[in-house]
């Protein structure tokens, strides 16, 4: 029984290598930039588009977990801002909340924050989920100052 059971993990194998050898693989530049042309996301129609691409496309998703894991952050709430700030606009994260609440776009749910999640969890092991989802809506709750802040600014260096 388990000859057979080798004999067949041995041709799977072989035909998997056969695929990867064809598959036209994406070199390191063209894989950041699939990544880097959605990046910000500064809409809610970006942001479901992006979910769909990660959610249907598994070496979509490994890409973007590659690409947010390069972040890095001081303490966990660093890292969680550094992502966020990597992945929305202000102007994007003012029409999102992490729940959704008073007709804003929730995140909470999303497979992109799960991602996140799952990427912040592995360098800082010590993160409860609560203090992740309380460092999300703090840097979403804010994101109307910090666009205002962000246009004042613009506006001054303009005149």
Not at 66 to 93: H, M, Q, W
Request: proline share 3%; charged share 25%; glycine share 4%.
């Amino acid at each position: 029984m388990f000859g057979s059971i080798n004999l067949n993990l041995k041709n799977i194998n072989s035909r998997l290598e056969k695929l990867e050898k064809n598959a036209p693989a994406l070199n390191e530049e063209e894989e950041d930039t699939v990544i880097q042309d959605n990046l910000p996301l500064r809409t809610i129609e970006e942001i479901n588009s992006f979910e769909n691409l990660v959610k249907t496309n598994r070496e979509a998703a490994i890409l973007f977990r590659k690409y947010i894991s390069n972040t890095g952050g001081n303490c966990p709430k660093d890292n969680v801002v550094r992502l966020l700030r990597k992945i929305f606009t202000n102007e994007c994260a003012m029409k999102c909340s992490w729940m959704g609440h008073r007709n804003n776009f929730g995140v909470s749910k999303l497979t992109i924050m799960s991602i996140v999640n799952a990427v912040v969890l592995s360098a800082f092991p010590q993160l409860k989920e609560q203090e992740f989802e309380t460092f999300c809506g703090e840097w979403l709750r804010f994101a109307k100052q910090r666009f205002t802040r962000e246009t004042k600014g613009a506006a001054a260096r303009n005149n």
